[in-house]
């Protein structure tokens, strides 16, 4: 038996922070990506701190994998010259990051 439900996803790997942070990321946007990851990075830490719990820091690097993961198909859509007019800054809709 499990400690753990099945559908509970594995926590990252120990060395995943410096993993995500070694991955190309498209040169255009590692001047914000990277301070952003450095900021929620830093967040959960403190929440863990305070918490101690694993959750904040795992819920961080599964977020920016998928993040990083996603660009180059983001990228290539955007390059492809696709005019949008009915775009809408998915911040305007969630609201900005604390």
Known sequence: MSAQ?????????PAATAQLLAQPWD????????????????????DSRHTYSLTPLHDIIRGWQLHVTATAAVGAYVDSG????????????????Q
Request: net charge negative.
């Open 5 to 13: 439900p099945e559908e509970y996803p594995a926590p990252p790997a």
């Open 27 to 46: 040169d255009r946007r590692v001047g914000t990506w990277v301070p952003a990851f450095e900021r929620d990075w830093a967040k959960a830490r403190e």
């Open 82 to 97: 696709r005019d949008e007019p009915d775009f809408v800054d998915l911040n305007d809709i969630l609201g900005g990051r």
